[in-house]
């Protein structure tokens, strides 16, 4: 028996702390109660900008904010290569973009190309000091331990034998769906699970996987796992409620607790850390939800998914759902100053956002705000800024000398980071709450909920800490990675 608790980490896509107290609240959720009961649920926990699964998760995984994992959506546009990058935010992006190009993205690139070097994830800080870890279908894995990658059959067929099983690198204990499997019994376990919901990147073949490991002789000091399903069914249904998937996943993280003697001893032996990587916000019924960003801008010429280099675009839009970058291709004098002409007269966009200099400005309907770092004013983070401007854009007040955030969560901070990203666009721009701003990445037709943006239906998220004697004040992110190295020293 170690003399530290192991410490099981569960990351749900989509997780809204409204849907939590929904769902509670009609006792449908007995074993995230027990966990809440035994520890702490803060619903206030602040993501990171855009608020985008890849983005996220790049800071679940790593501690590092976008400014340092280079992270900088779920689709961006590569400077480099002249080229998007898409991690498969529809199926149209397959087609889009190249099923090769964007499998290779989100199978290999984003963890071996594309997350900074000068980042450690939480397996390769944690392994050479002795710890054991393990991760379930994470989307950041990066470790000490190669792998091969299986790519299915059907998929080698599809791209006549160009896609091929791939070597990767991951944490000591690793099992990423259908494409990878530790030997031994766990395979038959997951068998009726491999071949649907997503090549075994689902709830279901999750949980399975991370009872395999839990029931092993040696149990991993840190368990991650990764639950995807809460996402689809917020999008296509209702963000605020997400009945019955909270309701599914509580018997599934039930039956991660029944994998010990009692649920009492699970929390004596390990601690419990569940969190979202971003929440959901409700979207406007069908079309009424979509902002045409392209024809908005359809004055400049606009690079497209899978066009080959071409060098003679003026901008490239990548939508992050809620949020858009906008990249500026040409060297055209004054084609900043008027994209942001343009898109602030749009009704539907909440912030246009651009830096010059090293301040940050905010230009909205309610006026407009400029920042940044200083010592005039101080958030309840510590971060100290210069404001100027209508700070309504943002919607900051002062209160006790403090900056008090309402709307837009430690909007500052989060901004400053998503600008210093160097794989971030010239231009952000949000949408606001109801809306969907359409780029490259989004296609035209969409369900019920979507997040990317600031906005705090998008940002805020439940955090819930179990059988441990410390929490995080006021947390964030970025708070999260540096709190299980405390558990773990
Ligand atoms: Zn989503």
């Given at each position: 028996?170690?003399?530290?608790?192991?410490?099981?980490?569960?990351?749900?896509?989509?997780?809204?702390?409204?849907?939590?107290?929904?769902?509670?609240?009609?006792?449908?959720?007995?074993?995230?109660?027990?966990?809440?009961?035994?520890?702490?649920?803060?619903?206030?926990?602040?993501s990171?900008?855009?608020?985008?699964?890849?983005?996220?998760?790049?800071?679940?995984?790593?501690?590092?904010?976008?400014s340092?994992?280079?992270?900088?959506?779920?689709?961006?546009?590569?400077?480099g290569?002249?080229?998007?990058?898409?991690?498969?935010?529809?199926?149209?992006?397959?087609?889009?973009?190249?099923?090769?190009?964007?499998?290779?993205?989100?199978?290999?690139?984003?963890?071996?190309?594309?997350?900074?070097?000068?980042?450690?994830?939480?397996?390769?800080?944690?392994?050479?000091?002795?710890?054991?870890?393990?991760?379930?279908?994470?989307?950041?894995?990066?470790?000490?331990?190669?792998?091969?990658?299986?790519?299915?059959?059907?998929?080698?067929?599809l791209?006549?034998?160009?896609?091929?099983d791939?070597?990767?690198?991951?944490?000591?204990?690793?099992?990423?769906?259908?494409?990878?499997?530790?030997?031994?019994?766990?395979?038959?376990?997951?068998?009726?699970?491999?071949?649907?919901?997503?090549?075994?990147?689902?709830?279901?073949?999750?949980?399975?996987?991370?009872?395999?490991?839990?029931?092993?002789?040696?149990?991993?000091?840190?368990?991650?796992?990764?639950?995807?399903?809460?996402?689809?069914?917020?999008?296509?249904?209702?963000?605020?409620?997400?009945q019955?998937?909270?309701?599914?996943?509580?018997?599934?993280l039930?039956?991660?607790?029944?994998?010990?003697?009692?649920?009492?001893?699970?929390?004596?032996?390990?601690?419990?850390?569940?969190?979202?990587?971003?929440?959901?916000?409700?979207?406007?019924?069908?079309?009424?939800?979509?902002?045409?960003?392209?024809?908005?801008?359809?004055a400049?010429?606009?690079?497209?998914?899978g066009?080959?280099?071409?060098?003679?675009?003026?901008?490239?839009?990548?939508?992050?759902?809620?949020?858009?970058?906008?990249?500026?291709?040409?060297?055209?004098?004054?084609?900043?100053?008027?994209?942001?002409?343009?898109?602030?007269?749009?009704?539907?966009?909440?912030?246009?956002?651009?830096k010059?200099?090293?301040?940050?400005?905010?230009?909205?309907?309610?006026?407009?705000?400029s920042?940044?770092?200083?010592?005039?004013?101080?958030?309840?983070?510590?971060n100290?800024?210069e404001?100027?401007?209508?700070?309504?854009?943002?919607?900051l007040?002062?209160?006790?000398g403090?900056?008090?955030?309402?709307?837009?969560?430690?909007?500052?901070?989060?901004?400053?980071?998503?600008?210093?990203?160097?794989?971030?666009?010239?231009?952000?721009i949000?949408?606001?709450?109801?809306?969907?701003?359409?780029?490259?990445?989004?296609?035209?037709?969409?369900?019920?909920?979507?997040?990317?943006?600031?906005?705090?239906?998008?940002?805020?998220?439940?955090?819930?800490?179990?059988?441990?004697?410390?929490?995080?004040?006021?947390p964030?992110?970025?708070d999260?990675?540096?709190?299980?190295?405390?558990?773990l020293?």
């Open positions: 028996m170690p003399q530290y608790k192991r410490v099981i980490y569960i990351i749900i896509d989509s997780f809204h702390p409204r849907a939590l107290e929904h769902c509670m609240a009609r006792g449908e959720l007995s074993a995230f109660s027990f966990l809440i009961q035994k520890g702490s649920l803060d619903p206030d926990c602040v990171i900008f855009p608020t985008m699964t890849p983005t996220c998760t790049s800071t679940l995984a790593t501690g590092a904010p976008p340092t994992h280079g992270i900088p959506g779920m689709v961006w546009y590569h400077r290569e002249r080229r998007f990058v898409d991690y498969g935010s529809s199926w149209l992006s397959f087609i889009k973009n190249g099923f090769i190009q964007t499998a290779q993205d989100f199978l290999y690139n984003l963890n071996h190309r594309q997350l900074g070097w000068q980042v450690q994830t939480i397996y390769e800080s944690l392994e050479p000091r002795g710890y054991y870890t393990a991760a379930v279908n994470p989307l950041i894995y990066r470790g000490n331990t190669e792998y091969i990658a299986h790519i299915p059959f059907i998929f080698k067929l791209t006549l034998f160009q896609l091929e791939t070597k990767v690198y991951g944490p000591k204990g690793f099992c990423l769906g259908r494409a990878y499997q530790p030997p031994g019994d766990l395979r038959q376990r997951v068998e009726e699970v491999r071949y649907w919901g997503k090549l075994g990147i689902n709830d279901k073949f999750a949980v399975r996987a991370a009872k395999w490991f839990l029931q092993q002789e040696k149990k991993p000091d840190l368990l991650s796992i990764y639950l995807p399903d809460t996402d689809s069914k917020a999008h296509a249904d209702n963000p605020d409620c997400c019955p998937c909270l309701t599914r996943l509580d018997k599934e039930a039956s991660i607790l029944d994998c010990f003697p009692s649920w009492d001893e699970a929390l004596a032996e390990n601690i419990f850390i569940v969190v979202g990587d971003h929440a959901q916000s409700a979207l406007m019924p069908g079309k009424q939800s979509l902002v045409n960003v392209p024809a908005l801008l359809r400049y010429s606009q690079a497209r998914a066009e080959d280099f071409v060098l003679d675009r003026d901008i490239a839009i990548c939508s992050n759902e809620r949020m858009a970058y906008i990249y500026i291709l040409t060297s055209s004098p004054g084609i900043k100053k008027d994209l942001v002409k343009c898109l602030a007269e749009e009704p539907k966009i909440d912030q246009v956002i651009h010059e200099n090293s301040r940050h400005h905010v230009v909205t309907d309610r006026g407009e705000l920042f940044c770092q200083g010592t005039s004013y101080f958030d309840c983070y510590g100290g800024w404001v100027t401007g209508a700070w309504e854009a943002l919607d007040k002062i209160k006790d403090q900056i008090q955030y309402g709307d837009y969560p430690n909007a500052l901070e989060r901004i400053a980071q998503c600008f210093e990203n160097p794989h971030g666009g010239d231009l952000v949000t949408a606001k709450p109801g809306y969907l701003l359409l780029g490259e990445g989004v296609p035209k037709w969409y369900g019920r909920g979507s997040h990317g943006s600031l906005h705090k239906e998008d940002s805020l998220v439940p955090l819930i800490i179990s059988g441990a004697s410390q929490k995080i004040e006021k964030r992110l970025v999260i990675v540096p709190f299980i190295k405390t558990l020293p």
